[in-house]
């Protein structure tokens, strides 16, 4: 008896809510709309990848050996040769940013070569560091390939000689494309969004229009109107979801490597975190808008700075690391990238779900708290 | 009836909170009382009394700080939720999810009640026929009329038959005839289900028609007991004085209010003055106060007693005592006299929202000096037809001069001569009372040494504390500063909006008093307003519905249009309205 009357309350609870979810345009709006938005933005808008970069060419020391060790450059699709008279002139250019790195081969570059130790400058625009790393690395690629083909020709100095030579690889991510690894991180974002913005209006708005006031003062208990709360949005979150996975594969070429079901349980685990933290800001702040200002805040914009989604985690300060391992986003963000680029790794998804889960239990006691049926 | 158990007993009951200024403050200040079941019980008091602190706590939602509250012979601090599984409660914004629809509401309260599904169909369409919104079940809540919402509010509250019902000022903000409605479908259903229902309002005519009636002021309870026995309280206080001929009714009215040691209260009535003379006071010096007038005794009524209650209680303190601002000030020989042809022209103005008439053909003219009030319903047009005069919103269609000055053509310079009261409280909060008379004293175009001099003058007629955070005032004089800027340059004509909703009785007679002594110093007022009685103020007034203009002339002249000449504005008003709709529904029928 006792359990039907929960159910049916509960019924009751979720039908209004999915009403006034679906019947609020600016709620799908951002619900459903501005992930297409941003899948298309990220997809297609937004690279890191470093194409046609213009690369100022000193040549000190015009010899054919020079000119050859350099031909590596021409030949990158990558890196676009300017061919400049002087040092100067090369250092105008990069101030002015019309070329991103100067190469200068030395005047003496011919003999270096002859004592079997040959170098060649190469100065970076530092502004983005992104793209002079990005450079750092196709121009050192270029340089060695020509190394690498002197090696094959016989025609090496010492280099190929009892040398060791660094044969790279990059896995997972072969190409390097910015997509496949932004594409993950996306959901990531998304359902942050779709969680944490859209229910952080649900609770405050009741407060604001009094409606929880007449709510409180029925048989409902506070368990219920928060579960409520959270039914149709998890299933905002899954269409979502579908939408990243679906636009990630055929859009994007992304591959995806892990199990889908480790990415649905991952994501819900994470969606549900996220919910969870938008209806704990929004009972205690009690107001709509001060609620999706906070959501904004305090979950959309540590999942973008501290999850790991533009900034490698390893390499920042103590603190920062810190404070990005308290961000639920980081746990979801390190599973689901593994999960769509490297395979399933299922003692890590589970770990992961177990950590989301964690949070999940106690933003739902704290929720709990808001709406316990008090106005003092 | 004796041996049933009451349905609430509150002993020593307190609950304190902290202010706005910081300061805690007590909204119930050890009350004590009880409650019989199966009856029709009222709380009234002014805003602030610690009405609705008391009926939240009646519901569980607040916890007392000391004292013990049992509803139903449970404790509330042990069981709330028994309690609230048992009872209804309708808060004063009613509740309603205002995009679900009517019947998705109803639906909603009676699956959070359990009601189940055979006594449902029933029980729904008893409601939807005494609420009237059986047409509207599809229509959702948020694009119903007021009185309509209300009524939605509380047929939700009676999804079943409650063991309590719990009514937080139902009426507020309603206009008379959906009140009425109202406590009809209340008293059918005490009739019919033998329901209990404890509501609290402003009103004295709905107390009035209760079985009990509890008076609270400032957190504690001033009286309480039948309407009868809490009439006879003023018993042998009550006249009724007629002003000589060609004296307004609010001149004498003002003359009394000012002689507080003689007279409790007094308000203009159908060309007449009602008051309350103080118990014991001296009789020739009364006399002499009325200008031997005629003076005759009058039945006493609840709201007398309350008035008498209220000003015994307040004796001390609050907004009451401080005399009422300008009253004392020398009626200006007003550079712009009486009669010298209307400042304010309106003709055949019409304003359409999309497909939607907000106002209709309305013409009318304000006299000079006059004091003219715009009456109607929530949704009447009253505030858009307001707004267009104040130049705030462009007419459609029609002709509009206020002060001289074509509305239409020159809007800056007909604003420059107006002064304008929102509603709302629009100055800001964070400021002192200086600061922000100072900085509307700049807006309005006054410099150095004169704006000084004005603001100084301003703030000694209002009676203010130039120090004072105007976030911090009370209600009354927060609309006493939104007056005092409004007033700043000195403007022919004075706009208020709705400037007495949410402020006691006796605060709204401190205003009114103010209101006189401006017009005797030849300000033009115009003011809208839903306290019907608050019409006997005005030179002439105006009554609009849906957004026509249904009557106009003085209170007298309205009322005789109405055919109840004897009785308050209230009933006439309702007369009229209900006589225009149903012309109108003859109309279509007709047609």
């Given at each position: 008896m006792r359990d039907s009357a929960f159910r049916i309350r509960l019924v009751a609870l979720v039908r209004k809510e999915t009403r006034q979810m679906l019947r609020d345009r600016s709620n799908l709006l951002v619900g459903l709309l501005?992930?297409?938005?941003?899948?298309?933005?990220?997809?297609?808008?937004?690279?890191?990848?470093?194409?046609?970069a213009p690369v100022a060419l000193v040549m000190d020391n015009n010899s054919a050996a020079a000119r050859e060790a350099v031909s590596g450059i021409g030949g990158s699709r990558y890196l676009v040769p300017v061919r400049v008279g002087s040092m100067a002139q090369a250092d105008a250019l990069l101030r002015a940013g019309k070329v991103d790195a100067i190469v200068r081969v030395p005047i003496d570059f011919a003999e270096q070569q002859a004592r079997g130790k040959a170098q060649v400058q190469l100065i970076l625009n530092g502004i983005d560091s992104t793209t002079a790393t990005s450079l750092e690395a196709y121009i050192n690629g270029a340089l060695g390939t020509v190394t690498l083909r002197r090696i094959d020709r016989g025609t090496g100095g010492a280099t190929g000689v009892g040398g060791v030579s660094l044969v790279q690889r990059i896995w997972f991510n072969e190409a390097g494309i910015s997509t496949w690894y932004l594409v993950p991180g996306l959901v990531v974002l998304i359902m942050t969004l779709v969680g944490a913005f859209l229910t952080s209006l649900l609770i405050a708005r009741e407060w604001e229009r009094g409606t929880l006031e007449a709510l409180f003062v029925t048989p409902v208990r506070p368990l219920e109107l928060v579960l409520a709360k959270i039914v149709p949005y998890l299933a905002i979150g899954l269409i979502d979801l579908v939408m990243c996975v679906v636009a990630a594969r055929l859009l994007f070429e992304v591959p995806i490597r892990g199990s889908?079901?480790?990415?649905?349980?991952?994501?819900?685990a994470y969606l549900l975190v996220s919910l969870l933290m938008g209806l704990f800001i929004s009972g205690t702040t009690r107001n709509q808008f001060a609620a999706s200002q906070m959501a904004l805040l305090a979950s959309f914009m540590p999942a973008l700075m501290l999850s790991g989604f533009v900034f490698d985690l390893r390499n920042v300060p103590l603190a920062v690391k810190i404070a990005s391992q308290i961000v639920p986003a980081t746990h979801f963000m390190g599973v689901i990238k593994t999960l769509f680029l490297a395979g399933t790794d299922w003692g890590m998804v589970l770990r992961g779900c177990a950590?989301?889960?964690?949070?999940?239990?106690?933003?739902?006691?704290?929720?709990?708290?808001?709406?316990r049926k008090r106005l003092d | 009836m004796n041996d049933t158990p009451p349905s609430v007993v509150i002993e020593g009951l307190s609950k304190t909170f902290t202010g706005p200024d910081g300061k805690p403050f007590r909204a119930i200040d050890g009350i004590s009382l009880s409650i019989q079941p199966g009856t029709l019980v009222a709380?009234?008091?002014?805003?602030?009394?610690?009405?609705?602190?008391?009926?939240?706590m009646m519901a569980g939602l607040l916890r007392p700080d000391s004292g013990r509250l049992e509803v139903l012979g449970i404790d509330l601090a042990k069981d709330a939720q028994t309690v609230q599984n048992r009872i209804s409660y309708m808060p004063q914004r009613f509740g309603l999810y205002e995009d679900l629809s009517v019947q998705e509401n109803l639906d909603l309260y009676a699956d959070l009640h359990g009601v189940p599904a055979d006594v449902r169909a029933e029980r729904f369409s008893r409601l939807l026929d005494m609420t009237d919104l059986a047409r509207f079940t599809g229509r959702p809540?948020?694009?119903?009329?007021?009185?309509?919402?209300?009524?939605?509010?509380?047929?939700?509250t009676l999804v079943r038959v409650p063991d309590l019902l719990l009514l937080d000022e139902p009426s507020v903000g309603v206009d008379p005839l959906s009140r009425r409605d109202l406590w009809q479908i209340i008293e059918q259903l005490i009739a019919s289900d033998g329901l209990s229902v404890i509501g609290s309002t402003a009103y004295m005519d709905e107390a009035g028609r209760c079985d009990h009636v509890f008076v609270l002021n400032q957190g504690t309870l001033l009286a309480e007991g039948s309407p009868d026995d809490l009439r006879r309280r003023a018993e042998g206080l009550t006249h009724v004085v007629s002003p000589a001929d060609g004296v307004p009714a609010r001149d004498l009215q003002a003359r009394m209010i000012d002689a507080?040691?003689?007279?409790?209260?007094?308000?203009?009535?159908?060309?007449?003055?009602?008051?309350?003379?103080?118990?014991?006071c001296d009789q020739a010096a009364l006399k002499a106060l009325l200008h031997d007038c005629d003076c005759q005794p009058r039945k006493e009524e609840l709201e007398d007693a309350f008035m008498l209650l209220l000003h015994q209680h307040d004796g001390s303190g609050g907004d009451v005592s401080a005399p009422p601002p300008l009253a004392s000030e020398a009626p200006v020989a007003s550079q712009n006299g009486h009669g010298d042809g209307p400042v304010i022209v309106v003709r055949d103005l019409v304003r359409r929202f999309g497909?939607?008439?907000?106002?209709?053909?309305?013409?009318?003219?304000?006299k000079r000096g006059e004091i003219f009030g715009l009456l109607g319903p929530n949704g009447a047009g009253k505030t858009t037809t307001f707004r267009m005069l104040c130049g705030l919103l462009p007419a459609t269609s029609g002709e509009l001069q206020v002060a001289g000055v074509n509305l239409r053509k020159a809007r800056a310079a007909a604003r420059a001569r107006i002064g304008y009261v929102a509603q709302k409280f629009s100055l800001y909060s964070n400021l002192s009372v200086y600061e922000n008379l100072d900085f509307f004293g700049g807006a309005y175009g006054l410099r150095g040494k004169a704006r000084y001099q004005r603001v100084s003058e301003i703030i000694r007629q209002f009676d203010l504390d130039p120090d004072a955070q105007s976030g911090n005032l009370p209600l009354g004089y927060k609309q006493r500063l939104a007056m005092a800027a409004g007033l700043l340059h000195e403007p022919e004509i004075l706009f208020l909006d709705e400037p007495t909703s949410g402020i006691d009785p006796l605060a709204r007679r401190s205003f009114w008093r103010t209101i006189t002594a401006l017009s005797q110093s030849g300000v033009t007022v115009v003011v809208t307003t839903h306290f019907m009685e608050e019409a006997e103020y005005c030179d002439r007034i105006a009554i609009q519905d849906a957004g026509r203009l249904l009557a106009l002339g003085t209170p007298r002249e309205v009322r005789e249009r109405s055919g109840i000449t004897d009785g308050y504005m209230n009933e006439a008003f309702i007369a009229i309205v209900e006589q225009a709709r149903a012309a109108e529904a003859g109309g279509l029928e007709a047609a």
């Open positions: 501005l992930p297409v938005a941003l899948i298309l933005l990220f997809g297609y808008g937004l690279s890191f990848d470093v194409k046609n889908l079901l480790a990415i649905l349980l991952t994501s819900m950590i989301l889960l964690g949070y999940a239990v106690v933003l739902l006691a704290l929720t709990w708290r808001t709406v | 709380l009234v008091g002014p805003d602030g009394a610690g009405k609705t602190t008391l009926m939240r809540a948020g694009k119903l009329s007021g009185g309509m919402k209300q009524k939605l509010g509380l047929a939700c507080p040691d003689l007279v409790v209260d007094a308000v203009p009535s159908a060309g007449q003055v009602r008051f309350i003379c103080q118990p014991g497909d939607f008439t907000a106002v209709a053909n309305t013409s009318f003219d304000v």
